[in-house]
Every structure is written in structure tokens, then in C-alpha cells.
């Protein structure tokens, strides 16, 4: 039979690996499937529901992303980087070694809150005494602001980070080190099996590394590891979006004395009563500022171009 002769079936299913234009896809009636989008510009990401045109068991076609529940995503003044879809819980993993960053913190939590998806912060190796009180006193921000913390160890017991994971599909995000590959390996025993099949599949060998995969999770749930961060712009939010990311101030939105007050210089602004009484940890209105001030930026850089 022709290439042109060959009968296609149209099948539905779970992004659940990527590497360029290359996707496995998890069936719904079983199996997985290699993808190529049709379109020359791939819009998908990791946890995308695709319908596709399937020439073979194993092989196909992506002709449309079926309607998103969520969408994870960084973007600066030129491009954007999708690294999730669908997910309804996003787990900050940090650990107490090596050091890490409380600003990529807020950034990950300012960007769940805008797509309205739960947030949770792992503090990984926490059986490392020497440090665990000073990333607690890094930690004490964000659990004033609302934000739950959980302690463990990838190498202990992980069974309450399980339970916190049951009824998600999680993400796992953060910097490079703090041991979220440890924590998928300790929750999903064959995950590095699966991470080798997926490589297969995708024929990349260790490039796969650099992508999101999706794991189905033992008891229940759905588990995505991503590659580390260093960096997580959030040129795609608007002020508003912004400013409610810090839960602790909500309440004081729209209080200032000025409709547009930019919380820097203007009289009677709330945001800065509350840094220099104290409510506002000072820290947190020093993120936000840097936030405001890298949104305006991007805000003229669009309307210049």
C-alpha cells in the first residue's frame, strides 16, 4: 500500500514526554505513541490532551491540543517556554543544600496563583541539621504569607510528600540540585525505567534530560519532573496578577490613596505601611518590587514593538 493509501486512526491521549518536535503520547486506549505536530510551529507542552491522526499502532500525527485546564509557563521580553500543561498542583522543591533562591520561589508561586493552581514548597534533606534553621528562617516568609511548607527527606520517608500528590496532577520545580529527580525516583520505583523507555521512544538518549516527563503515580495521581531553573520571568502577567501572587496583601489592594499608586514614592500606600509596620515582610515587598518593576519594562518593550 502507498504512503498516500495508508488509513489513519484518529486517537485521543496524554503528552507524557518531548524532545523537539518528537512527542510520546500516552494512549487512552493504552499503549503510547510517537507524535509529530502538523502544524510547523509546536505549541505543546508536557500534560497537553492531543487528539491525533495515528498511521500505526505506535506513530502518528498531532492535529489539534485539546482545551487546557491550566498552563505553566515563564516568558520574558522575547519569548515564552511552556513547561507544563493541565497540572493542578505545583511542588517547589528546595533543599538545605546547596543553597537556594527565595526569588525563584516567589516567582513559581506568583505564576500558580495566576493560573489559579495550587502551590506546596518541599524542603528536601532536611536531615542535614546544620542547615535546616537557616533555610527555615528563609522559609518563614512564606508560610506567614500562607504558603505550606513540608519537610523530608528523598532519602527517608516519603510517604507524606504521597499523600500531598494523591488527588494532583504535581510539577515538580526548582533549581538544579535540590534533589527532585531523587524524590520522583523515591516515589515511582521503575521511573528511571520509564525515563529510558521514553528515551527510546524518542531515540535522544540523554537529551530527554532536558524535558518534562509526565509519571503516573502508585496509589494514585500524576507526577511531572522537570529540568532545573535558574531563572523564571513573568512577562506574561499583568499587574493585577502581580500583586495578588503575594497573598498576605490581598486584603490591601486598591486601599492605596492612588488608584495607580506603584507602592515606591506615593503617599498613604498600604503596601508600604504594612512593609514598615512589619505585616509585609520586607523581603517580599522588595520581590514584589523588582516583579512591578520588570512588568512595566515588558509592558513598553510590547508597545514599542
Known amino acids: 500500500m502507498s504512503k498516500d493509501n495508508v488509513v489513519s486512526t484518529i486517537a485521543q491521549g496524554t503528552v507524557i514526554a518531548a524532545f523537539g518536535r518528537q512527542y510520546a503520547v500516552r494512549l487512552d486506549t493504552g499503549g503510547e505513541a510517537l507524535c509529530y505536530p502538523r502544524a510547523k510551529r509546536s505549541e505543546i507542552a508536557c500534560g497537553d490532551r492531543v487528539e491525533m491522526a495515528l498511521n500505526a499502532p505506535d506513530q502518528g500525527v498531532i492535529d489539534k491540543i485539546l482545551p487546557r485546564a491550566s498552563l505553566f509557563y515563564r516568558a520574558d521580553q522575547w519569548k515564552e517556554k511552556l513547561i507544563a500543561a493541565n497540572v493542578t498542583q505545583i511542588v517547589v522543591v528546595v533543599a538545605t543544600e546547596p543553597g537556594f533562591s527565595d526569588e525563584l520561589i516567589t516567582r513559581c508561586m506568583v505564576a500558580a496563583d495566576a493560573q489559579d493552581i495550587a502551590a506546596l514548597i518541599v524542603l528536601n534533606k532536611s536531615d542535614i ?15 506567614a504569607a500562607g504558603h505550606a511548607v513540608l519537610e523530608m527527606s528523598a532519602m527517608g520517608d516519603v510517604e507524606p510528600l504521597r499523600e500531598r500528590l494523591r488527588d494532583h496532577t504535581s510539577l515538580f520545580v526548582g533549581q538544579s540540585g535540590m534533589g527532585k529527580s531523587t524524590l ?47 531563572s523564571f520571568g513573568l512577562a506574561h502577567l499583568t499587574k493585577n496578577e502581580i500583586e495578588c501572587g503575594f497573598p498576605e496583601i490581598r486584603p490591601l489592594l486598591g486601599t492605596c490613596r492612588f488608584r495607580d499608586c506603584n507602592h515606591l514614592k506615593e503617599p498613604d500606600c498600604a503596601l508600604r505601611g504594612a512593609r514598615d509596620s512589619g505585616e509585609f515582610d520586607a523581603r517580599r515587598y522588595t520581590a514584589l518590587m523588582q516583579l512591578l518593576d520588570e512588568h512595566e519594562v515588558a509592558r513598553k518593550h510590547r508597545l514599542e514593538h
Open 129 to 143: 541539621p546544620a542547615s535546616l534553621e537557616a533555610c527555615r528562617a528563609q522559609l518563614k516568609a512564606f508560610v
Open 184 to 230: 520522583t525516583n523515591a516515589l515511582i520505583p521503575d521511573a528511571d525505567a520509564r525515563t529510558r523507555e521514553i528515551s527510546e521512544v524518542l531515540d535522544s538518549g540523554k537529551h530527554t534530560t532536558t524535558h518534562a516527563r509526565l509519571y503516573a503515580l502508585p496509589g494514585g495521581g500524576q507526577l511531572i519532573d522537570s529540568p532545573g531553573l535558574q
